[in-house]
């Protein structure tokens, strides 16, 4: 794939209701932010990307009403829709346009705005003969997997609320997130309610309206146009059978992810994850997911991953800080979330990270997660890679 | 997209299943018939495929992230998938992206709809901006009657024009949906959204569109047919936002197909139109007289699922070539209300 570089970034204010504005001005506040960021005008961009879960708001076909939010009358403007991975898949589509040549500049935006519908409804809407009675939804599904990961792993109930407290306390810092919780503790998780054994209130993530937009550049605009562009080093998707009794330990092999990561590693030239990247930005929709993504991702060999979170590994002053934004765990407007991750990735390449920046970052990982086991991987790099 | 130092694209097997008014198959069993049509046709198994695009609408399909339904059928089990929530054509178009970036040398694309399943036109008011317009009861059938009315105006002999259009489309096809009806018997047909008759809008049903493109060093390989270029565009939303009487963002997407609005070398055109007005719409726009043939085969009038229609398009103008009827042709696709998106690909044989 030919050079393409992140060289602006913009989010919303993520909360549980924004109905100070509509789902087009939700997008515009985003478009706006990374623009600026970039210092690009409107009518420079070439192109532009949606990525939304238009279901969650039961609407269809939204980007026709909320693309002229993202300025995208008059261009050229797709929507990808892969649940969770909606956001990374709509940045890595934008990579592609970009590195076939169709375009110096595209303007992608992951947006979702939960408290106009009903998400479980939505994701209710799963097969219906199979899916639908028996594991509907985030949670259901969550609960079994993780049972499954938990009794195979033996992660414990505390190493994941410390997975959570690590993330809100990590909002804290970040402006824009929904949970922002400083001072939460490892007991306000286990005291918390039970949503779904072993699943308490405070290990699930929250449902946000929230917007995040990135512009991406060829190379030859990347290099005329920022100081410090974030390479795209290596991005990739895997799918996986839709039907969970289909998986072979869902949770537990995460085969989707290991694999993305695994020829993404490769790409950018990343031997050992742990030490050789700065930071990541991982999508954790549930605490002990993310335990289970520190195997898959191979930041530690199996059934270490409690380890990592108790010795502070991947806590901010760790060796590899994991979500310094607060994650998923701490905003989530589905089709943003995605993009978020790539978002916040870049911005700690960019080295604007405010609070949360991880100094001297120059090599980052941001991943996706949908459905029930899709998967993306992607590496970002302050360096252009080789090729 | 235009050529250059990145490889070409060529269309290496086309498949489809129907469309029929109501297939009794379920949407993955429909889909894995296009899909073993088009993998057979390109001479590979599932293991040839190296990335899937698909497109298809939630809300017509019911299903969350409905691509779900179709994971292993299209092959997409370990493999990178991308779906756009669109017309069809933007997932060939977006496979070709992959292609040209180098990504993969083998993509699938695949599109499905099955409009037997809900009232199609109704489900559209749910894609309309729910404060100005969608309240007022603004489907894009709506839409389409706003846009003949503008075409209409101080064209007295429109209605009649369209209705001789339509049965003349109609009587091209294989009349896998509805019979074919003389001109006569169209503009006695119950108005849909006036002046719009039941007759002038091509009939809705159930398919699937499958396509294998490859990436080519340059040469014509085994494949005789490549995509030589192809745009899109996205108008504003509100009708009121826009000239109804012209298709200003198929222009846009035209020229960025590297399309002259008189291109002399189209042999063929095969546009998305729904309703025979819009082909007066698609003339205009992509700068397409009489001389080229358009819709040999009846277009959209010989029946179409929603959103697999410029798919279907591609792969209609990818049979002309392949049998030598037209060296160059222009596939369309259409979504949106009063057309507010446009996608195109130039086809060339090879």
């Known amino acids: 794939m030919s050079a393409v570089?992140?060289?602006?970034?913009?989010?919303?204010?993520?909360?549980?209701?924004?109905?100070?504005?509509?789902?087009?001005?939700?997008?515009?506040?985003?478009?706006?932010?990374?623009?600026?960021?970039?210092?690009?005008?409107?009518?420079?961009?070439?192109?532009?990307?949606?990525?939304?879960?238009?279901?969650?708001?039961?609407?269809?076909?939204?980007?026709?009403?909320?693309?002229?939010?993202?300025?995208?009358?008059?261009?050229?403007?797709?929507?990808?829709?892969?649940?969770?991975?909606?956001?990374?898949?709509?940045?890595?589509?934008?990579?592609?346009?970009?590195?076939?040549?169709?375009?110096?500049?595209?303007l992608v935006v992951g947006f979702e705005k939960h408290s106009e519908g009903h998400s479980q409804t939505g994701m209710a809407l799963t097969d219906p003969f199979w899916d639908r009675a028996v594991a509907s939804g985030a949670l259901g599904n969550f609960a079994l997997s993780i049972s499954q990961y938990v009794a195979e792993r033996g992660a414990t109930a505390e190493q994941a609320a410390l997975v959570a407290v690590k993330a809100r306390r990590n909002a804290a810092r970040n402006p824009h997130a929904h949970l922002r919780m400083g001072d939460l503790t490892v007991e306000e998780v286990l005291s918390s309610r039970m949503l779904a054994d072993p699943v308490r209130l405070l290990d699930m993530c929250p449902q946000s309206d929230g917007?995040?937009?990135?512009?991406?550049?060829?190379?030859?605009?990347?290099?005329?146009?920022?100081?410090?562009?974030?390479?795209?080093?290596?991005a990739e998707t895997r799918h996986e059978q839709p039907y969970i009794g289909d998986i072979d330990r869902r949770l537990v092999t995460m085969r989707t992810l290991r694999d993305a990561a695994r020829v993404a590693y490769r790409r950018a030239g990343i031997g050992d994850p742990l030490t050789d990247l700065d930071v990541a930005e991982i999508y954790e929709p549930v605490s002990y997911a993310e335990l289970a993504w520190y195997e898959a991702l191979g930041f530690c060999a199996d059934g270490d991953a409690g380890r990592l979170v108790e010795e502070g590994v991947t806590g901010m002053e760790g060796e590899l800080p994991v979500n310094p934004s607060g994650g998923v765990l701490s905003?989530?407007?589905?089709?943003?979330?995605?993009?978020?991750?790539?978002?916040?990735?870049?911005?700690?390449?960019?080295?604007?990270?405010?609070?949360?920046?991880?100094?001297?970052?120059?090599?980052?990982l941001a991943t996706g997660y949908g459905v029930y086991a899709w998967a993306d991987a992607v590496v970002l790099g302050a360096e252009a890679g080789a090729t | 997209m235009r050529a250059g130092d990145r490889p070409a694209v060529a269309i290496a097997g086309v498949g489809q299943a129907g469309p029929v008014a109501a297939d009794s198959r379920s949407i993955p069993e429909m889909v894995l018939a296009a899909v073993e049509e088009a993998l057979a046709d390109a001479a590979i198994g599932f293991d040839g495929v190296e990335a899937v695009v698909t497109a298809s609408v939630d809300l017509f399909d019911g299903l969350t992230a409905s691509n779900v339904a179709i994971t292993e059928v299209v092959g997409a089990v370990m493999r990178p998938e991308t779906r756009i929530a669109g017309d069809g054509l933007c997932a060939a178009?977006?496979?070709?992206?992959?292609?040209?970036?180098?990504?993969?040398?083998?993509?699938?694309?695949?599109?499905?709809?099955?409009?037997?399943?809900?009232?199609?036109?109704?489900?559209?008011?749910?894609?309309?901006?729910?404060?100005?317009?969608?309240?007022?009861?603004?489907?894009?059938?709506?839409?389409?009657?706003?846009?003949?009315?503008?075409?209409?105006?101080?064209?007295?002999?429109?209605?009649?024009?369209?209705?001789?259009?339509?049965?003349?489309?109609?009587?091209?096809?294989?009349?896998?949906?509805?019979?074919?009806?003389?001109?006569?018997?169209?503009?006695?047909?119950?108005?849909l959204a006036s002046p719009l008759r039941r007759g002038m809008a091509a009939p809705l049903g159930d398919g699937a569109c499958a396509v294998v493109l490859r990436a080519a060093a340059g040469g014509p390989g085994e494949a005789p047919v490549r995509i030589a270029g192809a745009g899109w565009d996205l108008e504003p939303h509100s009708p009121g936002e826009r000239d109804l009487a012209r298709w200003h963002g198929l222009?846009?997407?035209?020229?960025?197909?590297?399309?002259?609005?008189?291109?002399?070398?189209?042999?063929?055109?095969?546009?998305?139109c729904l309703f025979a007005h819009e082909e007066e719409l698609f003339r205009a726009a992509a700068g397409i007289g009489e001389e080229a043939p358009l819709s040999p085969g009846g277009g959209l009038f010989a029946g179409t699922a929603?959103?697999?229609?410029?798919?279907?398009?591609?792969?209609?103008?990818?049979?002309?070539?392949?049998?030598?009827?037209?060296?160059?042709?222009?596939?369309?696709?259409?979504?949106?209300?009063?057309?507010?998106?446009?996608?195109?690909?130039?086809l060339e044989a090879w």
């Open chain 1, 331 to 364: 905003s989530n407007p589905v089709g943003a979330s995605g993009v978020i991750r790539v978002a916040e990735a870049a911005l700690q390449i960019h080295g604007r990270g405010g609070e949360r920046q991880v100094e001297g970052a120059r090599l980052a």
């Open chain 1, 5 to 106: 570089a992140i060289i602006g970034t913009g989010q919303t204010r993520h909360a549980s209701r924004r109905d100070d504005v509509s789902q087009p001005e939700l997008v515009r506040e985003a478009a706006e932010a990374a623009l600026a960021d970039a210092a690009v005008g409107p009518d420079e961009v070439d192109a532009v990307l949606l990525a939304n879960m238009e279901l969650f708001e039961g609407r269809a076909l939204p980007e026709l009403w909320a693309g002229a939010g993202a300025f995208a009358a008059g261009k050229p403007c797709m929507k990808v829709a892969t649940g969770g991975t909606s956001g990374t898949s709509g940045c890595i589509a934008a990579f592609h346009q970009v590195a076939a040549g169709l375009f110096d500049l595209v």
């Open chain 2, 251 to 272: 222009e846009r997407a035209c020229a960025r197909a590297g399309l002259d609005r008189t291109d002399p070398g189209l042999e063929l055109a095969e546009p998305s």
């Open chain 2, 306 to 346: 929603p959103h697999v229609a410029g798919l279907s398009r591609l792969i209609a103008c990818a049979r002309a070539i392949r049998d030598g009827a037209a060296r160059r042709a222009l596939a369309h696709g259409a979504w949106g209300p009063a057309g507010q998106a446009h996608a195109v690909a130039v």
């Open chain 2, 93 to 191: 178009i977006h496979g070709a992206c992959e292609l040209r970036a180098g990504a993969c040398e083998t993509v699938l694309a695949v599109a499905h709809g099955k409009a037997s399943m809900a009232p199609h036109w109704a489900l559209t008011e749910w894609a309309m901006d729910p404060v100005f317009l969608q309240p007022l009861g603004i489907d894009f059938l709506v839409c389409a009657g706003l846009q003949a009315c503008a075409l209409a105006q101080g064209d007295g002999g429109a209605t009649e024009r369209w209705a001789e259009l339509a049965a003349r489309r109609a009587a091209a096809g294989d009349a896998a949906i509805a019979p074919p009806r003389s001109a006569a018997e169209i503009l006695a047909s119950p108005v």
């Open chain 1, 211 to 234: 917007a995040c937009a990135i512009v991406v550049a060829s190379a030859a605009a990347a290099r005329r146009r920022s100081r410090r562009p974030a390479w795209v080093l290596a």
